[in-house]
């Protein structure tokens, strides 16, 4: 089954992903964005609309990379604790540390 886009659709898609292009890889303030939005001709409340939904998803994204950090940090350094304590000869510093640099890392951005 085919879907079609319509150029409203489309329209919308472009201005989200040049919003998210101005937030995130430029690093505009969201007043920045809105305004660069107003000036190709979009309403004041469509752009804010826009910018606050990009926003949003960025804010989760974060949340979510946070949590991911945590856990595999935490894994790591776990790991690297029950392996050196396991007597097998080894000490297993770098697994020690970077999982709690990567768990910390992960607990500062959540």
Known sequence: METTTSPGNELINQSYAYAADLL???KLSSEATMDALIAKG???D???TIVDNVEQQ???AKKERAKKDMLY???WCVGGIIATA???GLIFWGAILFGGIQFFKGLANA
């Open 24 to 26: 995130v890889n430029k």
């Open 42 to 44: 979009m309403p004041y």
């Open 46 to 48: 469509a752009a804010n």
């Open 58 to 60: 960025i804010k989760e």
């Open 73 to 75: 940090g935490g894994l």
């Open 86 to 88: 396991s007597n097998i």
